[in-house]
């Protein structure tokens, strides 16, 4: 069963620190990896999208890394502003799927002062 | 930056009823998903549908639903008889080719009473 497993759940840190959320998939075959970033009551949006040939990528603050072999991925938040406080959701879409996506349950961020 | 509109934000209805809930996809976006998310827990798949037909739908996506393009904007879920469980925010997402980038709307937040 295709399943994608975050950690931590959930995570409060200063603002201007870093933080590292990961996530585990079982996913097969692999098409590709995204991180969301979805606010309270608001639909889900792309931070990073990673292939099977892609190890990492970034978006201003957000670092995604991929590891195939070992199915697992991180997203890395650097110098952290009291916006970032959301829920990041690990999704992987399975190929020759219908592009159909799976969805972690997500690490809920709070950013505090 | 294009966006996906959804319509109602916010729709209450009696258990039983039919609701249609309502897309206004990217404009050359051609595959359209439905996405949706209980309280508290992850965005599950529904269907997705591509020329016209579904190409893929989970087991949740059953005889109660329905997907159409009415007028070949539009993308509409319905839901013929409702259920408490039915209540949750439901997402359309579109894709357009060669583009892995899904760009998902703001959600409709399904109540069931």
């Known amino acids: 069963k295709n399943q994608v497993e975050q950690s931590p759940q959930s995570l409060i840190i200063l603002e201007g620190k870093n933080c590292t959320l990961q996530?585990?998939?079982?996913?097969?075959?692999?098409?590709?990896l995204r991180w969301y970033k979805q606010d309270t009551g608001r639909g889900p949006v792309s931070l990073t999208i990673m292939t099977f040939s892609e190890n990492t990528k970034s978006n201003g603050r957000y670092t995604a890394t991929l590891d195939a072999d070992t199915k697992q991925s991180s997203l890395h938040i650097t110098a952290s502003q009291l916006s970032d406080s959301a829920s990041y959701i690990c999704?992987?879409?399975?190929?020759?799927?219908?592009?159909?996506?799976?969805f972690g349950k997500g690490t809920s961020l709070l950013v505090t002062p | 930056e294009p966006e996906v509109t959804q319509t109602p934000s916010h729709q209450v209805t009696q258990m039983g009823q039919e609701v249609i809930l309502r897309c206004v996809p990217i404009?050359?976006?051609?595959?359209f998903y439905w996405y949706r998310q209980i309280l508290g827990q992850k965005v599950e798949f529904l269907v997705s549908f591509y020329n016209n037909e579904i190409s893929e739908k989970s087991e949740i996506f059953d005889d109660q639903f329905s997907v159409e393009r009415p007028d070949g904007s539009n993308f509409t879920l319905k839901i013929r008889s409702t259920k408490l469980e039915d209540s949750a925010m439901y997402f359309c997402a579109t894709e357009g080719t060669g583009d892995y980038g899904y760009t998902f709307g703001s959600g409709t937040r399904l109540t069931v009473v």
């Open positions: 996530c585990n998939y079982t996913v097969s075959p692999f098409s590709n």
């Open positions: 404009s050359n976006h051609l595959y």
């Open positions: 999704v992987v879409s399975v190929r020759n799927s219908g592009y159909a996506l799976n």
